[in-house]
Nanobody, 120 residues
Framework: QVQLVESGGGLVQPGGSLRLSCAAS????????MAWYRQAPGKQRELVAK???????NYADSVKGRFTISRDNAKNTVYLQMSSLKPEDTAVYYC??????????????WGQGTQVTVSS
């Protein structure tokens, strides 16, 4: 009922920047939290950053000061600006959203993932 489509991944050199976008569509009444997770090969999926409907944010310690999460509520879109990228940031990045549908039922949705590779 709610779909998330990510874009913006790719290959970047260490120290470079990338901006990920994730647009939600479907029978959305409201979105409470939106977040970015990542999963590197052989590792568990981990939270990178989260933002609430009131724009409160929290970040994984490993990305604080380098990544910035933001959202456009009018567009149901969340962004992740990544700077000073390191090889250890290489992973598949997944968008996540939690909210309520027009049917007043809660939803949790995930995007399909976008690859970010940091390498020289």
């Amino acid at each position: 009922q709610v779909q998330l489509v990510e874009s913006g991944g790719g290959l970047v050199q260490p120290g470079g920047s990338l901006r990920l976008s994730c647009a939600a569509s479907g029978r959305i009444f409201s979105i409470s939290t939106m977040a970015w997770y990542r999963q590197a090969p052989g590792k568990q999926r981990e939270l990178v950053a989260k933002i609430t409907s009131g724009d409160s944010t929290n970040y994984a310690d490993s990305v604080k000061g380098r990544f910035t999460i933001s959202r456009d509520n009018a567009k149901n879109t969340v962004y992740l600006q990544m700077s000073s990228l390191k090889p250890e940031d290489t992973a598949v990045y997944y968008c996540n959203a939690n909210g309520t549908t027009w049917g007043r039922t809660p939803f949790t949705s995930w995007g399909q993932g976008t690859q970010v590779t940091v390498s020289s």
